[in-house]
C-alpha cells in the first residue's frame, strides 16, 4: 500500500516546480490553486462608484477581475459594449 505524501514533502516538490517557471508564469500557475476570494464582491459606492471600482479592483484576485469584466461587459448595451470595447482596445 502506498502511503500518501506528507505535506511537508508536498510543498517541496510545488516549491521545485515553481522555481523552475519564469516568475509571470508561477504566479499564474500558483493563482489556480489558491482561493480566489481575497476581495469578495465590490461594496458599496461612498464617495463615486469609479473611486470604489479603482479601490476593488486593486484588492481583487485576477479571476475576480476577469469575472467581474466579463460579466459587465457581456451585460452591456450593444452600441455601450462596442464604445468601451474601442476605448479599452487603445490601453496598454
Do not use: K, N
Not at 519564469?22 to 476581495?39: R, T
Not at 481583487?60 to 474601442?86: G, I, K
Amino acid at each position: 500500500m502506498c502511503r500518501a505524501a506528507s505535506p511537508r514533502w508536498r510543498a517541496a516538490v510545488a516549491w521545485a516546480a515553481l522555481t523552475e517557471l519564469d516568475p509571470h508564469d508561477a504566479a499564474e500557475v500558483a493563482a489556480l490553486f489558491l482561493p480566489d476570494d481575497f476581495a469578495g464582491p465590490p461594496g458599496p459606492a461612498f464617495d463615486s462608484v469609479i473611486a470604489e471600482a479603482s479601490f476593488w479592483a486593486d484588492m481583487a484576485s485576477p479571476s475576480e477581475l476577469d469575472a467581474y469584466a466579463l460579466a459587465t461587459v457581456t451585460r452591456m448595451a450593444p452600441a455601450r459594449r462596442a464604445a468601451f470595447l474601442t476605448y479599452a482596445g487603445g490601453m496598454q
